[in-house]
């Protein structure tokens, strides 16, 4: 099988674009399997992914006519590709566009679904037009890939005529930096997209009533919430500052991190807080690297979490629940888990080895069909 990937790498970073960096730099070596890329960059910054810009029209003809091209002269049978995120007309009117210039040329489709909820959207929100047209152009996959069992849906929606289920792994950052227990300070991480669908102020009016519940003041807060990662956009970053400047011993913002910052931050903190309610959510990699790093994770029980999430790895907690989340920080606190248990989890399931081994398998297994 020879795959043409039309879809994403970075720049910018987010987890659908780095699961594409790992497929086109380490798939090609399976034994039957290679492929060649198209980058189907059409997104500025994390801003700019999923919104209308007339600009993305002439670029997406332009990408979807060289992915013919070079599938044409290579010789590939197979075409992959990332379906839109729900509620993005434009990004959805895109996928039309590209399917339809590029599907005829390719003898088979495959769809990853690195973003969830699209046949919800589509039944709810949706026009018929707009359904029956996502129908046409994005129906009858050969294969559609999920990360989860619990995310089958859009895969069933559109009729693939396989659905196989990929967990998304991440690349091992070796073990962890050795935490200085105990300590009387707490640090939450809060670590991706700073944006309230993201849960970056339900965890931030967490950390704020455990320190209240604890007694602590605003001059010596116990529980301290760091948070990483870009905004969205200015309003949000304002409201956050604000918020910082009210509390500025308990909240602050590291800006965007690199490997090496974020593996010190995940040694520096006590869990992960990831209360996360965003409709696109699938498996956020911040979690699995969280894990890789051996650390508790307090997260929002949605979408594939609880696949994830597991009593020994952390605490899942109703989506937009402050105080569940406060209410699992100081369980945590009073009782600190012992180590290694998120790390093995994470070392058996959700390394990049797995990812690209189920995900050879599937296509093995279309092709062989």
Request: proline share 8%; hydrophobic share 45%; aromatic share 8%.
């Amino acid at each position: 099988m020879k795959l043409l990937v039309l879809a994403q790498t970075p720049p910018p970073l987010h987890g659908q674009s780095v699961m594409v960096q790992v497929l086109v730099q380490q798939l090609g070596n399976r034994p039957g399997l290679s492929l060649c890329h198209v980058n189907f960059q059409l997104s500025r910054d994390n801003a700019d992914i999923g919104r209308w810009r007339s600009g993305k029209i002439l670029r997406t003809i332009g990408l979807a006519g060289r992915a013919v091209v070079v599938g044409q002269r290579e010789g590939c049978d197979t075409l992959y590709y990332v379906p839109s995120p729900p509620g993005k007309r434009g990004a959805l009117y895109r996928d039309w566009l590209a399917m339809a210039l590029c599907r005829p040329f390719f003898r088979r489709l495959v769809l990853h679904w690195q973003a969830a909820g699209l046949a919800e959207w589509l039944e709810r929100d949706a026009h018929r037009i707009e359904q029956m047209l996502t129908r046409w152009f994005l129906g009858r996959a050969d294969l559609s890939v999920v990360v989860s069992d619990r995310l089958r849906a859009d895969g069933d929606y559109l009729r693939a005529r396989t659905v196989a289920v990929v967990p998304n792994g991440v690349g091992d950052p070796g073990p962890p930096i050795p935490r200085r227990e105990p300590s009387r300070d707490f640090q939450a991480l809060f670590l991706g997209l700073c944006s309230e669908e993201k849960g970056l102020f339900v965890a931030a009016d967490a950390v704020v009533a455990a320190n209240a519940r604890d007694g602590a003041g605003d001059d010596a807060p116990r529980f301290r919430l760091v948070a990483a990662g870009p905004f969205p956009d200015a309003a949000v970053e304002n409201r956050f500052r604000e918020l910082a400047r009210r509390h500025p011993r308990a909240l602050a913002h590291a800006g965007f991190v690199g490997p090496t910052e974020k593996r010190e931050l995940f040694a520096a903190s006590q869990c992960l807080i990831f209360p996360t309610q965003y409709p696109a959510e699938a498996l956020p990699l911040v979690v699995l690297e969280a894990l890789a790093a051996d650390l508790p994770v307090l997260a929002s029980r949605w979408r594939a979490l609880p696949d994830v999430v597991t009593p020994e790895c952390g605490t899942l907690v109703a989506p937009g629940h402050t105080d569940g989340f406060t209410d699992a920080l100081l369980a945590l606190d009073r009782e600190r888990p012992p180590a290694g248990h998120r790390r093995a989890r994470y070392l058996a399931h959700y390394t990049t080895h797995h990812f690209l081994e189920r995900f050879a398998a599937a296509l093995v297994g279309l092709r062989d069909s």
